[in-house]
């Protein structure tokens, strides 16, 4: 069986025990915790009680929520950010986005009200990148080169 079907000892697969962990509190207290605390995080400084009361019963277009979205920041006080997309739509749905454009813009410039946009990808032109040649060509100092490049939505 794949690693969502297995089973632990209390016959719950992986996926049903991560879902009960990512619902596991409700909203409200969610909320709570994170205005009583002393948190520096992003969330709290971005997720205002209209905002709140905005999405506190609404669903991405995916089904996810805004308690599975807070529930980090909520519960850790230390976090920096302390916000979790709870699936792509969260970027992207009207109602949603706005709150994470401000945090991510936020997170990257210092200044939530900033609109900067990811940068056109150039390595350069096909001349620019053979000037630089072999860059070891004795193969004394390059053992192996690795190149990793990942992203956790699509179209993202």
């Known amino acids: 069986p794949s690693s969502t079907a297995q089973t632990t000892s209390d016959n719950m697969s992986d996926e049903e025990q991560w879902r009960k962990q990512w619902n596991a509190k409700p909203v409200e207290d969610l909320w709570a915790s994170l205005q009583k605390g002393n948190s520096k995080s992003l969330l709290k400084k971005h997720l205002t009680e ?6 506190k019963d609404k669903k991405t277009s995916l089904g996810g929520t805004l308690a599975q979205c807070m ?9 920096n950010v302390g916000i979790y997309a709870c699936d792509p739509n969260a970027y992207a749905d009207p109602e ?6 401000l945090i991510i813009q ?13 940068p056109e990808p150039s390595f350069g032109t096909d001349a620019e990148i053979a000037s630089l040649g072999d860059l070891d060509p004795t193969g004394q100092f390059v053992v192996s080169t690795r190149v990793r490049c990942a992203r956790s939505h699509v179209g993202m």
Do not use: I, Q
């Open 50 to 55: 209209a905002t709140y009361n905005k999405l």
């Open 71 to 79: 529930s980090s920041g909520a519960l850790h006080a230390g976090s």
């Open 96 to 101: 949603w986005c706005d709150l994470f454009n």
């Open 106 to 118: 936020d997170y990257h410039t210092g200044n939530p009200s900033n609109n900067v946009k990811h």
